[in-house]
Structures are given as structure tokens and as C-alpha cells.
């Protein structure tokens, strides 16, 4: 008889409510309509930015981002101020997956955002979008990547153009069935007690597409609602998984690592910073102006010769982006900036940057004037204020740490998106570099509330789930395996999501564990900088 999974998680990169719920209504996704039908579900509130690596993160750990140590796509050195980008290895505290394995459960994860570089679990282990290309590199134990090759042809691949005529159909249908179909495949062959499969096609369709739905294929046929036919093949491969792998004990679970929603314009906020005299910009420079026409150019340039050209000009680009940035701003005069497109402001502290100019008796002052100031931002087209009440640190992470921003710039709804030139994209466009309101770079933003669904023996038949956040799911998952959860985790098991019986044949307990926060490691080489870079831009994230 077939070993069925303990639990099955299966990630919706994006996935919101507010696309699923009419879908479901309508009976164009049929699984999850079963599973939402037939369980205990809700929104799950995502971090504070809900950012995929920091939501991620918070999902592997049980944790926020303070103890887990990621707070976005990038770091920002201490000494040349160049973008660092971080990958899973960054994390400061074990996955729940490898806690689990380390207790004699046999894990299987695929395509699971910020699990590079993989670890050794009992079972099996192919990192996600953070890998900086899918090899062999990506995959444990050793020549799994090379074997599942051999078997279905190829694996698959995390980006796909966002081209609006000529849009490659095939490969973003072909990637969803692939991941279906090996993970099933794995799970068959090495009788996993929880697998974690994440769908990441989503969320990358809904940056791109959101309002403009409508494509052309490679072949010429119209898809009137690509956001609608995406989740249609991931519905389609839901359904084959828990056919195939769901036994009478095994409980689903669908989750989501943020929402998503249309955006409704852009905001330059190193600009705004620039004007409120807080950052300050160098005169221009002939070398500084070469410089960035370089960079503009090489972004008008065909999308196939800028992938070629990426791989070359690897070392030299993350050089010369330093040179630009440490140009461009006038650092021992410049109080903070902004370091991310979800709002991170970082006040530069005279000991915490090599040029900081701001003493520690000062910046929670300063920091207090900016987010008064951000408060009063409004619209110069409607006059509305565009932020919501700025996060400050001890509310984002209850503890200041090197890496988490002194302040969170949170536009109202998260509508609107961020816009900095403090990423490996380079210069803004000139229409987006000169302006504090202007419009946006992509369709849709990332929203708080994601989704969750449980389903299965002992959960409750139609509960609705009200205060479900991300760190409650590795507690959640631990406790179904009849674990203790971890007293350091934020979260909690979603004891409302069972029914009576279930929690009392198995209360949920917690435990101390001695957990010594690992070295950051799993840092990528310029070879695979330069193709992290490349992939993240396809996804809509840079």
C-alpha cells in the first residue's frame, strides 16, 4: 500500500481571495472550491512588507522577520552601498521543514521561495526562485536534478517574458503540469510524510497582466484572461496531486505568502526624500551621465541580447552600480534613503554606514519627522494623503537589527507601488526618475492578506478563519505531525481550524529548543548575481 503525506502544502505564489473566491463561485477552479467548501479557510495576513522573501521566510520559520533575519530582496553594505541580493541561506533560524526531518519525518520540497541552497533532509529538496538558475545545484540528495531530467526531458522554468503579442503559452502551461507532475513522481518514489510544493507562476502573470489580461500566443491564439488561465492549470494540477497523494489522514493545506491587487501609480520616494532635503544628490557629472545613459540604453536593448550580455557584464555591472549610486548620492550629506520598492527607509547612521552622518541620539528624531511628513503626502492630481501610518522598527520587529529599516513607507491599501533606484535594476526611466508621483512599472502590487485553506480528517467543515497570520503555518504543520512547536516561533497552530476531537486526541504543545542563529551564508557569486537578477526581473520584482 502506498505511503499517503501527513500533510501536503501547497503554496500559491499572490494567491488572493479576491481573484478565488468569484472563480470559485463561478465553478471555474473546481479543486479549490472543494477544498474551501469542505474546510476551515480565510485570509492569512502576510509581514509587514508583504514581500516575497520576507512572507516566504516568515512561513518557513514561524517567525518574523526580526528572528529570521530577511527583510527583503537585498542588504545594504556597511561600506560600498552596492545592493547585495539574499538568499535563503541568509535565514538565522532552521525551516520547519529540517526541524521536522531532524525528528525523523521524511520531507519533500519543491519549488518552496528562499530554500537556496538546499539542505540535507531526510527526503528530498529542490530549491525555488531564490536559486540562481535550476540545476543541479538547486536539488538534494545529489543527481536528483540530473535523474528527473532524464525522466521528463527538462524541468521547468520559473520566468516567462511578460511579452503581450507572442507570449509564450507553452512554457508557463508546461511549467505548471511539470511541477504537478514531479512532485507527484517524487513523492511516489521516496514516501514523503510532508511535501511543500509552491505554484510561483501566479503571482509573476498577476505583476505583469493584472489589467490588461488579454495576450496572443506564439501560435496566435487569443487568452482573453491570462490571470483566469493561470490559475485554471494550477487548479487542474491541485486536483491531481491530492487525488493522487491524499490519503484518509492526510490534511492539505493552501496557503499564500501575500495578496495582490491592481496598482495605481508610483512614487519616487528617494525623490521625495531628495526634496525634504533628507538625501541629497551630487551636481551631474560627465562620468555619472555615461554612466547611466549606459544603463538606459542597455534596458532598451532586445530582451534576448540583454540576457546575453547580462552573463558577460556580470562583475563589471555590480561595479559600475556602485560607482553610479555612490555618485549619484552626495553621502556625507545625506540623512536616509530608501533601499527597497515596499518602502524601507534606512537613516544613515554615522555607525552603521562607512559615510553615515546621523548620531545615534539623533535618528529616532529624525525618523519620528519623516514619518510625520510621509503622513502628509498627498496626491498633487486629487490632494488625497497616499500613506497609511509609517512602521516604525520596535513595531515591525520589536528589536532593531543591522538589517531591518528604521521605517516602512506604507502607501494606503498598498496601491500604489514604491519606486527606488537602490536595486541591481539600475536608473529609474527618465519619465520615473524625476518626479515623486508618476506611474507605476507594473500592473499589480503585493496586498496583506493572502489566502489559507485546511482540509481534511479532524478539521472543521466550514470554519471560517479570521486572524490566521503566515507564522501560524509552520506551527500548524508541526503539530498535524504530532510534534511540539518551538517556543522561539511567533506563531501558533490554528487550534480553531479543528474540530473538539482532534484536539483532544492531540493537544497543541510547545517546547524549548536551543537554537544557535546560524552564519549568514548562501551568498551568490557575480556569475549568479547576475542571473538572479535576470530571473527576478522577469517575475516583476526588480
Known sequence: MRHAPAVILIGIDGGTLDLIGPWVAAGELPALGALLAGGASGPLRSTQPPLTPVAWSSLLTGCSPARHGIHGFLRIPRDDYAPEFLSGGALSLPTFLELLSARGARVGVINMPWTWPPRPVSGFWLSGLDAPAFGPEIAHPPGLFEALCARF?????????????????????GGIQRLGVIARHLCREHAADVLAMVFTLTDQ????????RSVTTTDGRRVDDLLLHTYRRVDEQIARTVEELAGERTTVIVASDHGAGPCEGGINLNRWLADHGWLRLRTSSPRRGLRGLALRLGQALPLSVRERLRGRLAVRRRRMLSQVLAEVVDWPRTQAFCWSDYGAILVHRSGRFAHGTVSEARADALADEIAQALLEMRDPRTGERVMSAPLRDAEL?????????????????????ILSEFTPAGPLPGELAGATFGPSLRQATHR???????????????????????????????????????????????SEAFTRDALRVHAPGREAVDVTEAERSG????????????????????
Not at 526531458?153 to 502551461?173: H, S, T, V, W
Not at 502573470?205 to 490588461?212: G, K, Y
Open 153 to 173: 526531458g527538462r524541468y521547468f522554468d520559473k520566468a516567462i517574458p511578460p511579452r503581450r503579442d507572442a507570449y509564450e503559452l507553452g512554457r508557463l502551461d
Open 397 to 417: 520587529h520589536g528589536a532593531r537589527n543591522d538589517d531591518a529599516p528604521d521605517l516602512l513607507a506604507v502607501t494606503r491599501g498598498y496601491r500604489r507601488e
Open 448 to 494: 496583506l492578506d493572502g489566502l489559507v485553506c485546511l482540509h481534511g480528517r479532524g478539521v472543521r467543515v466550514g470554519r471560517a478563519l479570521q486572524c490566521a497570520r503566515i507564522e501560524d503555518v509552520a506551527p500548524t504543520v508541526m503539530h498535524l505531525l504530532g510534534q511540539p512547536v518551538p517556543e522561539y516561533m511567533d506563531g501558533r497552530v490554528l
Open 523 to 542: 551568498r551568490y557569486s557575480d556569475a549568479e548575481r547576475a542571473r538572479i537578477e535576470r530571473e527576478l526581473g522577469a517575475l516583476g520584482y526588480l
Open 205 to 212: 502573470v498577476q505583476h505583469w497582466f493584472w489589467r490588461d
